[in-house]
């Protein structure tokens, strides 16, 4: 399965490389969960998704095979149905009811 995994979370940067330490050439709070948790915790800004990342080789994270947002309960990622699946920007968060 190619589902997106990838949120720079602990653990993951060792399945890239130990040079890694964010999600490759994503260093925000909306790809990031630690730093997601930093905004949270020092700024009281909490996000409202989370973009997770499959890459075409998981160990050199240079390409992007697609990105998904993980949104947080009750909501769901939703597909618009016009853009391109595999583009995060293509999906929202919405309601499960």
């Known amino acids: 399965m190619n589902a997106p995994w ?10 890239i490389n130990t040079g890694t330490y964010s999600t490759p ?7 990031d969960i630690v730093l997601a948790m930093m905004a949270w915790v ?3 800004t909490a996000q409202n998704d989370i973009i997770a990342t499959k890459w075409k080789n998981d ?19 939703k597909y618009d149905g016009k ?4 583009d995060a920007s293509s999906w929202a968060c919405k309601s499960l009811y």
């Open 6 to 15: 990838y949120i720079a979370g602990a653990d993951q940067a060792a399945t």
């Open 25 to 31: 050439g994503y260093r925000d709070a909306r790809h």
């Open 42 to 44: 020092e700024n009281g």
């Open 59 to 77: 160990t050199t994270a240079t390409e992007v095979l697609r990105q998904r947002p993980i949104c947080h309960y009750p909501n769901q990622a």
């Open 83 to 86: 853009g391109d699946p595999d």
